[in-house]
């Protein structure tokens, strides 16, 4: 199995400050015939399912807002919020899709300061 | 809009089979994979087995032994059931739809609201 680990478990960011989430995968996810990494970052607030932000590592569903952002490339990834706003409070996981079984980080809970 | 809806007991005994039943609407359950994912409470993720349209069926090793799901194209569903259930498998259950392009399933783009199972006596 791919081991996700996100650093750190926990963050609290001040309102309009820059958060970063870091995810490592035990195995490269970057795919190289496409040259695309499988790597997706979720946001999940209490009580609700976990909802897509970023697949292919960089690319931002639609409706998403422009201050999040997915970046890395093999192994180590990172989810930037560029500005954090109070409804970004939530835990986010990272996700591989490059082999089975799917496997998920631990997640990293994000709060305000 | 792709919605999904989980349905089934909330409590189950232990050694018991638990059995879900996710419906599919808004669109057609075919050329896509569908998957069982689990959350227990305050914990993280653990996807559980995915099934394509044609019944073929992706498992998590850590649950083979005890998992099976089918789908129901004529009603749009697809089902899960686990075995021999303990206190661990208490968890929320989500069903989730994978984004599937030729043929091949990648991240999970739509999901259930999600469905409580306590397993308890």
């Known amino acids: 199995d791919i081991v996700m680990t996100q650093s750190p478990d926990s963050l609290a960011v001040s309102l309009g400050e820059r958060a970063t989430i870091n995810c490592r995968s035990s195995?490269?996810?970057?795919?190289?015939?496409?040259?695309?990494?499988?790597l997706a970052w979720y946001q999940q607030k209490p009580g609700q399912p976990p909802k897509l932000l970023i697949y292919w590592a960089s690319t931002r569903e639609s409706g998403v807002p422009d201050r999040f952002s997915g970046s890395g490339s093999g192994t180590d990834f990172t989810l930037t919020i560029s500005s954090l706003q109070a409804e970004d409070v939530a835990v986010y996981y990272c996700l591989q899709y490059y082999g089975t079984p799917r496997t998920f980080g631990q997640g990293t809970k994000l709060e305000i300061k | 809009q792709v919605q999904l809806q989980e349905s089934g007991p909330g409590l189950v005994k232990p050694s018991e089979t638990l059995s879900l039943t996710c419906t599919v609407s808004?669109?057609?359950?075919?050329?896509?994979?569908w998957n069982w994912i689990r959350q227990p409470a305050g914990k993280g993720l653990e996807w559980i087995a995915r099934?394509?349209?044609?019944?073929?069926?992706n498992y998590n090793p850590s649950l083979k032994s005890r998992v099976s799901m089918s789908v129901d194209t004529s009603k749009n569903q697809f089902s899960l059931k686990l075995t021999s259930v303990t206190a661990a498998d208490t968890a929320v259950y989500y069903c989730?739809?994978?984004?599937?392009?030729?043929?091949?399933?990648?991240?999970?783009?739509?999901w259930g609201q999600g469905t409580l199972v306590t397993v308890s006596s």
């Open positions: 099934i394509y349209d044609t019944g073929t069926i």
């Open positions: 195995q490269s996810v970057l795919y190289s015939s496409n040259n695309k990494n499988y």
């Open positions: 808004g669109g057609s359950i075919n050329t896509y994979y």
């Open positions: 989730a739809r994978d984004s599937t392009s030729d043929g091949y399933p990648y991240y999970f783009d739509y």
